[in-house]
């Protein structure tokens, strides 16, 4: 076969990817709870009684999402729990005498009584706050000294035990530097999301009270968007679906999966792979790995930086010090090629298989739902309209998802039959 | 070579108009199989070839319906329609359900089933009528 792979394309495991995504991430309903939680973060916390009001000076303090939500990478876990992990920045002037546990203290006491919240947890770097099917973990930072940067600041690291100090941070400058590589995605990509989002996305979230209800409904709201725009970007896409498939990976391992924005960093490196959403994934894959095996070799660790703010060091906490570090990198090498492969063989396999693999690497459910999603879109028995083939390749397309393009044209009408090659009997029966 | 969905496929066309009365379509690499615990003639929608089953061809339209004619190029047909054969071959194997058009029994193996349960239905009724009037 080995002389027709020039012809080959990895249109149908792109196409599977994408129903994948799209089943892990929030729905358009989701996004807009989430848009509301977000701004019931800043009422709670300037409210008058607030812990924190005093300091959050009008025209000062700024608080708004950061990581996933920010860069359009969010995903449900999918490992030990069904939510969304969401961030929040509280970017404020912190007084000079505050501590970096007197920041978490008042953060904390500050965040009591948020409506429907099950369970308040402080973190090392933040305080998480835990609603059904959602953890929002919300950090002060501290640009209180001036800096040359625009929005950097210091962050607490405050352990329970052991030495806190400030870590430098840019959250809003690294967004904008993802944003601003990734760009809005490409036309034919953005059309394909759009058009398998139509026909497979699920809401999650539930709205905690009427007026959360009520805010999610609204078509309209007079209000200023607490979430950047969605990025449909071919890198966005192939990131939710990295990240799904290390949680699952590093899920029964008791190690620490490198953190979200070091993912976020590589793939922003890699930029865009015109080959589709498997080379995407592919390249990020196999590249980081090799970037992993470099360092095992000499003997160092990465140090990526927020090409925003340098200070803001990336790789601050993973992979972690000495022989435990290279344990991390070792793990991670592992991972990314047994994604790579494993890619690179569904690519041109049978769909039981894709769908097996596709289990594997992002889930029981997901595969499961994936057949259904499958069955969905080429069931044309019941006078649908005629599927689509690309012409030189034989590539099927199903009706709801073909763009029309001069290559491709509808299937001749006809029905599937049988007969029987028998020497006495009659053909037909 | 075909590549409907994301395994590419080899297919062998032959069409002879003088011998044959429509093109013969196999599946070369890989070959076609059953879903587990199934036999080739469960396969749906072949030209079953009882003497040889796994050179069985693709039963691709109902020539009752007059859907080709020797008049049609099979690069727009035949080809086509193969690799539509091929995407619910796949679908079949994952689902169990063929989900493209289709006329009359679906398989050549449910076809012998029904043959079969009509002849044992016919054979307990008949028994059962000379049973009723009393065996000469």
């Given at each position: 076969?080995?002389?027709?792979?020039?012809?080959?394309?990895?249109?149908?495991?792109?196409?599977?990817?994408?129903?994948?995504?799209?089943?892990?991430?929030?729905?358009?309903?989701?996004r807009?709870?989430?848009?509301?939680?977000?701004?019931?973060?800043?009422?709670?916390?300037?409210?008058?009684?607030?812990?924190?009001?005093?300091?959050?000076?009008?025209?000062r303090?700024?608080?708004?999402?950061?990581?996933?939500v920010?860069?359009?990478?969010?995903?449900?876990?999918?490992?030990?729990?069904?939510?969304?992990?969401?961030?929040?920045?509280?970017?404020?002037?912190?007084?000079?005498?505050?501590?970096?546990?007197?920041?978490?203290?008042?953060?904390?006491?500050?965040?009591?009584?948020?409506?429907?919240?099950?369970?308040?947890?402080?973190?090392?770097?933040?305080?998480?706050?835990?609603?059904?099917?959602?953890h929002?973990?919300?950090?002060?930072?501290?640009?209180?000294?001036?800096?040359?940067?625009?929005?950097?600041?210091t962050?607490?690291?405050?352990?329970?035990?052991?030495?806190?100090y400030?870590?430098?941070?840019?959250?809003?400058?690294?967004?904008?530097?993802?944003?601003?590589v990734?760009?809005v995605?490409?036309d034919?990509?953005?059309?394909?999301?759009?058009?398998?989002?139509?026909?497979?996305?699920r809401?999650?979230?539930?709205?905690?009270?009427?007026?959360?209800?009520?805010?999610?409904?609204?078509?309209?709201?007079?209000?200023?968007?607490?979430?950047?725009?969605?990025?449909?970007a071919?890198?966005?896409?192939?990131?939710?679906?990295?990240?799904?498939?290390?949680n699952?990976?590093?899920?029964?391992?008791d190690?620490?999966?490198?953190?979200?924005?070091?993912?976020?960093?590589?793939?922003?490196?890699?930029?865009y792979?015109?080959?589709?959403?498997?080379?995407q994934?592919?390249?990020?894959?196999?590249?980081?790995?090799?970037?992993?095996?470099?360092?095992?070799?000499?003997?160092?660790r990465?140090?990526?930086?927020?090409?925003?703010?340098?200070?803001?060091?990336?790789?601050?906490?993973?992979?972690?010090?000495?022989?435990?570090?290279?344990?991390?990198?070792?793990?991670?090498?592992?991972?990314?090629?047994?994604?790579a492969?494993k890619?690179?063989?569904?690519?041109?396999?049978?769909?039981?298989?894709?769908?097996?693999?596709?289990?594997?690497?992002?889930?029981?459910?997901?595969?499961?739902?994936?057949?259904?999603?499958l069955?969905?879109?080429?069931?044309?028995?019941a006078?649908?309209?005629?599927?689509?083939?690309?012409?030189?390749?034989?590539?099927?397309?199903?009706?709801?998802?073909?763009?029309?393009?001069?290559?491709?044209?509808?299937?001749?009408?006809?029905?599937?039959?049988?007969?029987?090659?028998?020497?006495?009997?009659?053909?037909?029966a | 070579?075909l590549?409907?969905?994301?395994?590419?496929?080899?297919?062998?066309?032959?069409?002879?108009?003088?011998?044959?009365?429509?093109?013969?379509?196999?599946?070369?690499?890989?070959?076609?199989?059953?879903r587990?615990?199934l036999?080739?003639?469960?396969?749906?929608?072949l030209?079953?070839?009882?003497?040889e089953?796994?050179?069985?061809?693709?039963c691709?339209?109902?020539?009752?319906?007059r859907?080709?004619?020797?008049a049609?190029?099979?690069?727009?047909?035949?080809?086509?329609?193969?690799?539509?054969?091929?995407?619910?071959?796949?679908?079949?194997?994952?689902?169990?359900?063929?989900?493209?058009?289709?006329?009359?029994?679906?398989?050549?193996?449910?076809?012998?089933?029904?043959?079969?349960?009509?002849?044992?239905?016919?054979?307990?009724?008949?028994?059962?009528?000379?049973d009723?009037?009393?065996?000469?």
């Amino acid at each position: 076969m080995s002389k027709f792979e020039r012809f080959l394309t990895t249109a149908a495991l792109d196409g599977v990817l994408l129903d994948i995504a799209i089943q892990i991430e929030p729905s358009h309903a989701d996004r807009r709870i989430t848009e509301n939680r977000y701004r019931r973060l800043k009422e709670h916390l300037e409210r008058p009684s607030s812990a924190l009001a005093p300091y959050l000076k009008a025209g000062r303090h700024l608080i708004y999402a950061q990581g996933s939500v920010a860069t359009s990478t969010t995903i449900i876990n999918g490992a030990d729990d069904d939510r969304f992990d969401i961030d929040a920045i509280v970017e404020m002037d912190v007084p000079a005498h505050w501590s970096e546990h007197d920041m978490q203290d008042i953060l904390e006491k500050a965040l009591q009584g948020f409506p429907g919240v099950v369970k308040i947890v402080r973190c090392t770097r933040c305080i998480q706050l835990q609603f059904p099917f959602m953890h929002m973990d919300v950090t002060v930072m501290d640009r209180a000294r001036p800096l040359a940067v625009e929005r950097a600041g210091t962050i607490p690291h405050a352990p329970d035990e052991g030495k806190s100090y400030r870590v430098a941070s840019n959250p809003w400058g690294f967004t904008a530097w993802f944003r601003s590589v990734v760009g809005v995605g490409q036309d034919n990509f953005v059309e394909q999301l759009r058009k398998r989002r139509a026909i497979s996305s699920r809401s999650r979230l539930r709205a905690l009270d009427d007026m959360e209800t009520k805010l999610a409904k609204a078509e309209q709201v007079d209000l200023p968007p607490m979430i950047p725009s969605a990025i449909d970007a071919q890198e966005a896409v192939a990131l939710k679906l990295a990240k799904r498939y290390l949680n699952l990976r590093y899920e029964p391992l008791d190690r620490k999966r490198p953190p979200s924005i070091y993912l976020v960093k590589r793939m922003g490196t890699v930029g865009y792979v015109a080959e589709g959403l498997t080379g995407q994934l592919v390249v990020f894959a196999e590249s980081t790995a090799a970037i992993m095996r470099q360092h095992l070799a000499a003997g160092t660790r990465p140090a990526e930086e927020n090409p925003s703010y340098p200070p803001d060091k990336i790789n601050d906490r993973w992979p972690a010090q000495g022989m435990d570090g290279r344990r991390d990198m070792q793990l991670f090498a592992e991972a990314l090629e047994h994604l790579a492969q494993k890619l690179r063989r569904l690519a041109r396999a049978p769909l039981t298989e894709i769908v097996a693999g596709m289990s594997e690497l992002f889930g029981e459910r997901v595969g499961a739902g994936l057949k259904k999603v499958l069955a969905e879109q080429f069931d044309t028995r019941a006078g649908s309209p005629p599927n689509q083939v690309q012409t030189g390749t034989g590539n099927v397309k199903a009706p709801a998802l073909v763009k029309s393009s001069p290559d491709v044209r509808a299937v001749p009408r006809h029905n599937f039959h049988r007969l029987i090659l028998d020497e006495d009997a009659d053909d037909e029966a | 070579m075909l590549q409907p969905l994301a395994q590419p496929y080899i297919i062998e066309v032959f069409w002879n108009p003088k011998i044959l009365d429509r093109p013969y379509v196999l599946i070369a690499e890989p070959t076609i199989a059953p879903r587990p615990g199934l036999e080739f003639a469960d396969i749906p929608h072949l030209m079953f070839n009882a003497l040889e089953p796994t050179r069985s061809g693709l039963c691709l339209f109902d020539p009752a319906g007059r859907e080709w004619t020797p008049a049609d190029l099979i690069a727009d047909t035949t080809i086509d329609w193969t690799a539509e054969w091929l995407t619910y071959y796949e679908l079949w194997h994952l689902t169990g359900e063929w989900l493209g058009p289709s006329v009359g029994y679906e398989s050549v193996g449910r076809l012998r089933a029904e043959q079969a349960r009509a002849v044992r239905s016919m054979i307990q009724n008949d028994l059962g009528t000379q049973d009723g009037a009393g065996a000469a």
